[in-house]
């Protein structure tokens, strides 16, 4: 239990205390209401004694009696009904509540920290009107009254003749039958005389004499002159005198509140409101018996006999009793009691208390227990079995020894008044009353035994429950407490005799005792016990009772020595449920919340769900709205277990409630609403327009839109592309300033910079929702919450704050949802916009809209409506307007040591934009865009550009990591049909034959020598797009043909083109703007190409020249046949390089089309010469020479567009491709030099081009497809693709567990690599006819030619002599001999040849083989010589005939 201000020690003692009558004349108690106080009112604050009493018990030993209180109270003939006493009760509760500001415990108890009120003034308050108002009865006589003081004023004209008539009236009260209400002690009760004088207006002589004349005929001992008044009631007095009076009144102000002219109370039945007006304490002035006031006929509880009890469970009955008690409060707070009294009519009062006791009713007491003390020893010194049998004959109709199961029979037994049962009885209430609690409990044990035998259930219940009081307050503890004498007299109330007032003061009283023997579980299962019976108190229902015995139950289980915390929640949610049911709205809602503090954030979802809807109500119902909102939104935003049905309930009450809350302050700020949720770092924001849909032919750009998915490296790519673009328009160099163009924030984006917008281009925010809960939720008219500082240039304007979307729209247009309907446990993203037409700082806040349900929703049984909600197959369509922040947390900061070691977040600024001056913007439009390609096919597309805004735009380039993929032509793209309609049949090459090679463009990269591999062939390409004057006016468009590729690997290709414009009029915020578009193209395998090239022995051509090479072929049809193609017809075969062009086609078939079905291959063999150049012009040059070789009837211009371009962009694309390192050191050794020098000669930079036409059928319709392979020969004699193979993975090998030798990288060249240094051919007769028998020897003139393949000069050695020694060799292939010098030493320079002009000699016939010579050849300024090698050529036979 709670602590209380009194200990139970003081708490039994006050509770039962001598009770005296008050029988007042008209006079007297006119002159207490002049201090608006009746006379037993008067003497309420001073009626305990300030000193000890002194009393002798029968054994005449002395007896001290301290801190005695006595209980004066007027007569009343009626006793007070159940009913009246259950609302006094209900009202006194309500109307203690906890005092604001109360510091309340902190107990800690586990994990929990509970604030709990330590004290309940409340059940105090409710246990002392209890005990006070219980009506006496006949089987115990503590409440019954000892004495009666009769009371006159010196005022009146006859006061003996008053006293007499008072004294006739309370015997006639006392012994008439006709009264048997109130209760009387014992028949002769001590009368005592009390005569009131006012001081001010009486007469103080008369008063003496009256007072001398009263002492002769009552004696001393029997009458008081109590002086009154001693101030005049309208007269200021600057002496500020106490009111002891208002905490006795306020605390029962029902009980105490009389019938006054000044301010009548009256209790108004619900039966008969105009019929029961009567005052509480039973005066009324007008009826009068015999001259005498009529003030004990009705009770001061008592109610009238035609009207019920409210029912104080009802809300709208409790309200009107509730609210009438504030009323009451106030009436009687202006009311100033005492005013008439000074301190020493103060003392006056005290000292007639202090008189009254000591020479009135102690002394009559200690004669009253004397007396019955001598008749229990009489009784004693009977003999038990003839005291039995007496007792059989004075009550024949008691039948002693009943069964147990007719104890029911027996609890109605009732003894006469002088029983001797009942002489015990009185005598141990007696002495309890006086705190004789030894003789008190002897008594009562003898008492108990009579009453048990006689089973006399009642009675027996009486005594045991006061034995074991009277047995716990001994002094010096000599027996501990019996509990189980409550215990029995506890269940014979409650269950025999059906008395739930007497078994609830058991309970209250045994409580407190084992409380203060800390036995916390067995108080509390004793205060359990009465709760769970279901019995009515005598038609009232018993749901205060049971709430404050388990609200004191609960404070037993936490202040248990191990507390028990979950119990004591649990029992404070059962007393807030019957507070509840009991009308007291604020102590239930006070238990909830106590209760909450345990299963808050424990898991126990439902049962939070429940104590925060009750908290939610009781709230509201106390208008309590911001409580009520608050629990009700912690109901919603948990994620709740409950059904569908409950929660829908929830949502309806929490609506209903907030609309309340609205109404209140209509003008107020938006509130926050809790539903849905809102995921704000999922919060995504767009700038621009929407991407137009794709209207036939004609397809917008992709852009960048609110349906793309967020990808780290596709958006690393188009930065990487934004970043080359912005160097290439500014020469090179990206300005400080720069910052990559974000159309689209989100939570991966970078957004610590505040984002630029663009004046009349909307702004789109998509906001995520979800729903948690299992009911749809419809938000209406929502729409962005924002805040606009706009600025011009002389400053700023004044901030304008919208909140509602239909204001202010000249500023910020802002785009109202009407409907958003969100389902059960859904996730749904909306997306607002925003219209801004003034340029400034803008600031979204959040969102604002109409929370609502649909409608349709069901009811839940058992959790009616509140009121004014309409329940029923439909619910109301009821919303509330509020709003939800924004509130987006940036990242956290984990750069420095003080950010790494604490935790902060940086800005996130993607909901606050700036507004920047107007800008052109662009839309690119795609028409015939294919989106299956065969690889290598060329396909002709046209590209719109359309200027949407009102700036010009101007300095528009594109960008891509796939140039190989597009074109817009070169300048012969004139000659080309400019709009798609003329184009339909055409095909995309140019077709138109032209004498004169064509000079092809100049590339960014270099295929010279010394720049391999380092040219700017390594950086992408910003290609302009050709615009009419360059500038794009507002409003205007152009059409482009634009030239695709397939790429040549197959599959499914991602293509980024990224459109770069300015505006004419340079932006300080914003230089430039971007336009993004990905094409997705699905190319299908087409050709295969692979092409060698090798040098031919024949070393003259026109000009006799060497260098001649011979160009290999092979073109393979790979294609499957899906993309429905019958076959392929090669139409030409072009070349294109700097220095080597094709010169014709050496194949023997007739120049045909060559068709390849699927999985055929063919095979072309062409001759290639060198160009025809100038010698200044060799190295300085970068055009490339385009020749043609044509398998049909009409001539592929190669050096136009597209084809052209194509061969370009595959040519950038090969030089990106790392093809073999310099050394990292060219300065450590000169032989790599020479290395690098000879390798050189076996490189070749020839290009074939392999046109073609495919022929498919589609729908029933034949089509010409057309496309271009490119295959890039670098080396001769090495193998070259069309497209990179693929590499076989290699297999596996075994682990190697030791260091390999650091071998050193020859320098040597390889064999092959000195083959192609100098080039040698001899020159000779195929025979020779020599007449061996007139000349012996046979000169035969043979010619060497020298050729000198590299770019350098070089050193030539020739030597004649054989190299080979052996015999056998020399008459295998026949002996010969050179005549003349037997070596040569020559210079040639770069590109020369010379012919050295010999002589061989034969001595016989045979076949010779003339390739003997061994040439060396080193660098001109490199000390290494290498020799050259002739393996690869073909033998120089030469037949020698005789003539």
């Not at 005049?232 to 006054?260: T, V």
């Not at 009062?349 to 229990?376: A, S, V």
């Not at 037994?413 to 002897?442: G, N, T, W």
């Not at 302050?665 to 704000?680: A, V």
């Amino acid at each position: 239990m709670a602590q209380c201000v009194q200990s139970v020690q003081e708490l039994i003692p006050d509770s039962f205390v001598p009770c005296v009558a008050a029988l007042c004349s008209d006079e007297a108690e006119r002159l207490t209401r002049l201090n608006h106080l009746s006379f037993a009112e008067l003497l309420k604050p001073f009626s305990r004694l300030t000193s000890e009493v002194h009393m002798r018990d029968p054994n005449n030993q002395l007896h001290i009696i301290k801190n005695l209180k006595i209980a004066v109270s007027n007569i009343v003939t009626q006793p007070p009904q159940p009913g009246a006493i259950g609302k006094l009760l209900n009202d006194v509760v309500s109307g203690s509540q906890p005092a604001e500001g109360l510091v309340a415990n902190v107990i800690t108890a586990g994990d929990y920290d509970l604030n709990i009120s330590a004290t309940t003034p409340w059940f105090e308050s409710y246990r002392e009107t209890f005990l006070q108002s219980m009506p006496a009865s006949d089987h115990e006589f503590l409440n019954h009254y000892l004495a009666c003081m009769l009371v006159a004023s010196s005022g009146e004209a006859e006061p003996m003749e008053q006293f007499s008539k008072l004294s006739q009236e309370q015997h006639r009260i006392q012994h008439n039958s006709d009264y048997s209400y109130p209760k009387w002690f014992i028949p002769n009760t001590l009368k005592y005389y009390v005569l009131l004088h006012d001081v001010t207006s009486g007469d103080e002589q008369r008063a003496e004499s009256i007072y001398e004349e009263m002492k002769q005929k009552y004696g001393t001992q029997g009458c008081y002159l109590l002086k009154i008044n001693s101030r005049a009631p309208n007269r200021a007095s600057d002496e500020q005198i106490p009111d002891p009076w208002s905490q006795y009144l306020q605390k029962n102000s029902i009980q105490n509140q009389e019938s006054y002219e000044d301010g009548p109370y009256t209790l108004t039945s619900s039966k008969n409101p105009d019929s029961n007006l009567l005052s509480l304490d039973g005066l009324d002035n007008e009826v009068k018996v015999d001259g005498l006031p009529n003030n004990f006929r009705v009770h001061p509880l008592q109610l009238d006999e035609c009207g019920d009890l409210p029912n104080n469970a009802d809300g709208s009955d409790h309200a009107k009793s509730a609210s009438s008690v504030p009323e009451t409060k106030k009436a009687s707070a202006g009311v100033i009691h005492g005013a008439c009294l000074t301190l020493t009519d103060h003392d006056r009062i005290r000292q007639f208390i202090q008189e009254f006791t000591f020479r009135g009713l102690l002394p009559h007491i200690e004669k009253t227990i004397r007396q019955l003390n001598d008749q229990l020893i009489s009784r004693k010194g009977l003999s038990r079995s003839l005291f039995s049998a007496t007792k059989k004959w004075f009550s024949g109709s008691k039948v002693p020894e009943k069964s147990i199961n007719e104890l029911k029979n027996t609890s109605g037994l009732l003894y006469p008044p002088e029983a001797p049962e009942l002489q015990i009885r009185k005598m141990a209430d007696l002495c309890f009353l006086v705190q004789h609690y030894d003789l008190a409990y002897s008594c009562y044990h003898t008492a108990k035994k009579d009453f048990l035998n006689d089973q006399a259930m009642l009675y027996a219940a009486g005594a045991l429950e006061m034995a074991a009081v009277s047995a716990f307050l001994q002094p010096g503890a000599p027996r501990p407490y019996p509990a189980h004498y409550m215990d029995t007299a506890i269940q014979t109330y409650r269950d025999i005799c059906k008395n739930m007032v007497l078994a609830e003061r058991c309970v209250l009283l045994s409580a407190e005792i084992l409380k203060s023997q800390s036995k916390y579980s067995e108080a509390a299962a004793l205060l359990i016990r009465l709760t769970s019976e279901q019995n009515t108190w005598k038609g009232l229902d018993s749901d205060l009772r049971s709430a404050l015995l388990l609200e004191q139950a609960a404070h037993c289980f936490i202040n248990m020595k191990s507390p028990m915390v979950r119990k004591y929640a649990f029992h404070m949610i059962l007393a807030g449920h019957r507070f509840s049911k009991a009308g007291q709205k604020k102590h239930a809602l006070r238990c909830y919340c106590q209760a909450m503090q345990v299963y808050k954030g424990k898991g126990w979802s439902l049962a939070e769900d429940h104590i925060n809807f009750t908290i939610g109500r009781q709230s509201y119902t106390l208008r309590q709205l911001d409580n009520a909102v608050s629990a009700f939104r912690h109901i919603l935003i948990n994620e709740s277990k409950q059904s569908a049905a409950q929660q829908g309930a929830f949502l309806r009450e929490y609506l209903y409630v907030y609309k309340n809350v609205n109404q209140l302050s209509p003008d107020g700020p938006l509130p926050q609403l809790p539903l849905p949720y809102i995921n704000s770092s999922a919060t995504r924001v767009f700038f621009g327009h929407d991407r137009r849909p794709a209207d036939g032919e004609k397809q917008a750009a992709t852009h960048i839109s609110l349906d793309q998915e967020y990808d780290c490296e596709s958006s690393q790519q188009w930065r990487e592309l934004e970043e080359h673009v912005v160097a290439v328009a500014n020469k090179g160099i990206i300005p400080s300033s720069f910052y990559p163009t974000q159309y689209c924030l989100n939570s991966y984006s970078d957004n610590s910079r505040f984002p630029l917008a663009v004046v009349e281009e909307p702004i789109t925010v998509e906001v995520a929702f979800r729903n948690p809960l299992k009911v749809p939720l419809l938000l209406s008219d929502l729409s962005l919450l924002w805040k606009f500082q706009p600025k011009d240039a002389n400053g700023k304007d004044t901030e304008k704050v919208k909140e509602r979307v239909t204001d202010e729209s000249e500023m910020i247009g802002t785009e109202v949802i009407s409907e958003f309907l969100i389902n059960s446990e859904e996730s749904k993203v909306a997306r607002l916009k925003l219209f801004p037409h003034h340029i400034g700082e803008l600031h979204i806040l959040g969102v604002v809209y109409n929370l609502g349900t649909i409608q349709g929703s069901v009811t839940v049984d058992g959790l009616g409506a509140l009121p004014g909600c309409h329940t029923g197959k439909h619910s109301l369509s009821m919303s509330v307007r509020g709003r939800q922040d924004l509130e987006i947390q940036g990242p956290r900061l984990n750069n420095t040591k003080e950010e790494k070691t604490s935790v902060k977040y940086g800005p996130d600024r993607r909901l606050d934009p700036i507004v920047t001056e107007e800008m052109p913007l662009l839309e690119v439009f795609f028409i015939h865009f294919p989106t299956g390609l065969l690889c290598g096919e060329i396909r002709k597309a046209y590209v719109e550009f359309v200027n949407v805004s009102k700036c010009p735009l101007t300095g528009l380039k594109v960008v891509s990591k796939r140039p190989e993929f597009f074109t817009f032509g070169g300048n012969t793209a004139v000659l080309t049909p400019l709009s798609p309609s003329t184009s339909e049949n055409c095909s995309a090459y140019k077709t138109v034959v032209t004498d004169s090679p064509f000079e092809g463009i100049a590339l960014v990269s270099s295929a010279s020598s010394v720049d391999f591999g380092t040219g700017t062939g390594q950086q992408l390409e910003a290609i302009p797009v050709p615009l009419p004057d360059s500038v794009l006016l507002p409003g205007a468009s152009v059409q482009l043909p634009m030239w695709l590729r397939g790429p040549d690997e197959e599959g499914v290709h991602e293509i980024n083109f990224l459109f770069y414009y300015e505006s004419v009029k340079k932006q300080p915020k914003r230089r430039h703007r971007i336009l993004r578009h990905t094409a997705v193209i699905c190319t299908s395998r087409s050709l295969n190409v692979r092409a060698t090239v090798c040098r031919s022995n024949s070393l003259e051509d026109e000009e006799g020249r060497g260098g001649n090479m011979l160009v290999f072929v092979d073109v393979e049809n790979i294609n499957t046949n899906e993309a429905g193609v019958k076959e392929f017809h090669m139409v030409q075969v072009s070349s294109s390089s700097k220095h080597w062009q094709l010169y014709k086609s050496v194949n023997i078939s007739e120049n045909k089309d060559a068709k390849l079905a699927s999985r055929e291959k063919g095979k072309f063999c062409f001759k290639a010469i060198r160009c025809k150049q100038k010698e200044a012009a060799v190295q300085s040059s970068e055009k490339y020479t385009f020749a043609d070789i044509i398998f049909g009837n009409e001539q592929i211009v190669s050096s136009a567009s597209p084809c052209a371009d194509f061969f370009y962009r595959s040519l950038s694309s090969e030089l990106k491709k790392p093809q073999g390192q310099l050394p990292a050191h060219p300065e450590k050794h000169a032989a790599e030099d020479a290395v690098r020098l000879i390798e050189k000669c076996s490189e070749v930079d020839l290009n074939i081009v392999v046109l073609w036409k495919a022929y498919v059928v589609e729908d029933n319709k034949q089509l010409i497809l057309e496309g271009q392979h490119h295959v890039v020969l670098h080396t001769i004699g090495k193998e070259a693709f069309s497209h990179s193979q693929k590499q076989e993975p290699p297999e596996m090998e075994l682990l190697k567990f030791f260091r390999p030798e650091n071998t050193m990288v020859s320098t040597r060249p390889s064999v092959e690599q000195l083959s192609n240094l100098i080039k040698t051919s001899l020159h000779y007769p195929e025979s020779f006819h020599h007449p061996f028998h007139q000349k012996s020897l046979c000169l035969v003139p043979v010619t060497l030619l020298l050729s000198n393949c590299s770019k350098a000069d070089v050193d030539v050695i020739v030597d004649l002599r054989h190299k080979t020694t052996s015999p056998e060799s020399l008459e295998t292939h026949g002996s010969f001999t050179w005549l003349g010098q037997t070596q040569y030493k020559l210079q040639l320079k770069s590109q020369e040849t010379h012919s050295l002009q010999l002589k061989a000699c034969f001595v016989h016939t045979g076949v010779y083989n003339l390739g003997t010579p061994r040439v060396f050849a080193k660098l001109l300024d490199q000390v290494a010589v290498f020799e050259t090698s002739q393996q690869n050529s073909m033998p120089a036979l030469i037949i020698i005939n005789n003539a």
